[in-house]
T-cell receptor
Framework: EAQVTQNPRYLITVTGKKLTVTCSQN?????MSWYRQDPGLGLRQIYY???????DKGDVPEGYKVSRKEKRNFPLILESPSPNQTSLYFC??????????????FGEGSRLTVL | GQSLEQPSEVTAVEGAIVQINCTYQ??????LSWYQQHDGGAPTFLSY????GLEETGRFSSFLSRSDSYGYLLLQELQMKDSASYFC?????????????FGKGTTLSVSS
């Protein structure tokens, strides 16, 4: 089954404790991206990757890191989480990142709480 | 950068037709997408318009007017299960790299 898989789905952590949210897709997609969703703010892009070893900042990259060492994986790293990073996070992928690509496939989301 | 405007809330009754508008400002336009998200779930792709006109997929249709920087999602024969948030989205960037930017979403409530 074609899917984007995120882990963990739920996490409660404390300020400053490094964490990684993993994302994996099995569709051989070139483009992957991370979004955070907060009430009233919609989906805001954190980072995206056009292909292996190619990453770029989205609208809200501060406090996050990403890596794209393999095509299927795109982990989101919070080196020193803070309470303002409490949010619902979505990983997404598409066949390519070229401008005329419409469809983005989303993972089920990871709800992160930073105390 | 891009900006997208869509209404925050829309209400309707079962069987009705509802239109969710989206206006955008962009330095480079590559097409307008629509996504549906049920409460607590993942966004799912509904439609993509790269050219002017109407695209129909079952009960849902999407329209684009590039000259007016405007599009809409039309939902017909509304059902309770259509209660969800709907997001319009545009691509920003070029062939070297693009970001998909979303509007803040429209919450549709369908009542019986």
């Amino acid at each position: 089954e074609a899917q984007v898989t995120q882990n963990p789905r739920y996490l409660i952590t404390v300020t400053g404790k490094k964490l990684t949210v993993t994302c994996s897709q099995n569709m051989n997609h070139e483009y992957m991206s991370w979004y955070r969703q907060d009430p009233g703010l919609g989906l805001r892009q954190i980072y995206y990757s056009m292909n292996v070893e190619v990453t770029d900042k989205g609208d809200v990259p501060e406090g996050y890191k990403v890596s794209r060492k393999e095509k299927r994986n795109f982990p989101l790293i919070l080196e020193s989480p803070s309470p303002n990073q409490t949010s619902l996070y979505f990983c997404a992928s598409s066949l390519s990142g070229t401008p005329n690509t419409g469809e983005l496939f989303f993972g089920e989301g990871s709800r992160l709480t930073v105390l | 950068g891009q900006s997208l405007e869509q209404p925050s809330e829309v209400t309707a009754v079962e069987g009705a037709i509802v239109q969710i508008n989206c206006t955008y400002q962009t330095s480079g336009f590559y097409g307008l997408s629509w996504y549906q998200q049920h409460d607590g779930g993942a966004p799912t792709f509904l439609s993509y318009n790269a050219l002017d006109g109407l695209e129909e997929t079952g009960r849902f249709s999407s329209f684009l007017s590039r000259s007016d920087s405007y599009g809409y999602l039309l939902l017909q024969e509304l059902q309770m299960k259509d209660s969800a948030s709907y997001f319009c989205a545009v691509r920003e960037g070029d062939q070297a790299g693009t970001a998909l930017i979303f509007g803040k979403g429209t919450t549709l409530s369908v009542s019986s």
